[in-house]
């Protein structure tokens, strides 16, 4: 059964940094493009970042490219998003799937992780 769970969600302070993590199973990670997606309070879900299955190549949405980094480590079928100089505009319920750019697996969301900015 696919899974993804995620963590390192917190409330934190404008311009602040936060990395989540995303723990996947059920299907071969190590050749499986890895996105990072979020749902901002009354909006609908959007993609944050993409990653090739080699880690080689890498996609980011205009509202934080140069201030996240995606990365993973195959060895422990785990993705990151690192962010750096928070806003109050990234207050979202921050979710990982399978697929660099358009989820693979829209039936088997995780619970997500939320991300809470102070201004």
């Known amino acids: 059964q696919v899974q993804f769970v995620e963590s390192g969600g917190d409330l934190v302070q404008s311009g602040g940094s936060l990395r989540l993590s995303c723990v996947a199973s059920g299907f071969a990670f190590a050749t499986s493009g890895m996105s990072w997606h979020r749902r901002r309070p009354g909006q609908p879900r959007e993609l944050v970042a993409g990653?090739?299955?080699?880690?080689?190549?890498?996609n980011y949405s205009n509202s934080v490219k140069g201030r996240a980094t995606i990365a993973r480590d195959n060895a422990k079928n785990t993705v990151y998003l690192q962010m750096h100089s928070l806003k109050p505009d990234d207050t979202a319920v921050y979710y990982c799937n399978a697929g660099s750019i358009v989820p693979k697996y829209v039936t088997n969301w995780g619970q997500g992780t939320q991300v809470t900015v102070s201004s």
């Open positions: 990653i090739s299955s080699t880690g080689g190549g890498t």
